[in-house]
């Protein structure tokens, strides 16, 4: 699922003139860690993403985040991103160059989603 949310992302940058964001394990990392963290703790909530980017091994000059919990596929989480400003301009900002996904499910099976962008220094 995390490769249809790059496909969709990179499909919707692309006519919007920006270029594609490329998959970084240290972001999908990051990603996957708060994505964990939220599942299994039971919030929702964005935090430090920056530190948590860092922490990663990833060395940014920029970035951003778009969370989500319930959808059931790449397609849904994205419809839903795209129709948040806030997350919309994470995905449409074109100064970001790698990005990574998670989804990870709670013990009842709901999704918890976390798409980090960034740029290196």
């Not at 963290?37 to 929702?44: E, I, L, Q, S």
């Not at 951003?64 to 301009?89: C, F, K, L, T, Y």
Request: aromatic share 10%.
């Amino acid at each position: 699922m995390a490769r249809g949310v790059v496909a969709i992302t990179n499909s919707v940058r692309a006519r919007a003139g920006c270029g594609p964001v490329t998959p970084n394990a240290r972001l999908n990392h990051a990603a996957w860690l708060h994505s964990l963290d939220m599942a299994g703790r039971g919030y929702f909530a964005h935090g430090q993403p920056g530190h948590r980017v860092r922490a990663a091994g990833y060395r940014w000059s920029a970035y951003g985040e778009n969370i989500a919990w319930g959808q059931r596929s790449a397609g849904e989480v994205m419809r839903d991103w795209m129709n948040s400003p806030g997350h919309r301009a994470n995905i449409l900002n074109c100064r970001f160059r790698n990005v990574g996904v998670a989804v990870v499910y709670n013990a009842r099976g709901v999704p918890f989603w976390t798409q980090d962008f960034a740029s290196p220094r």
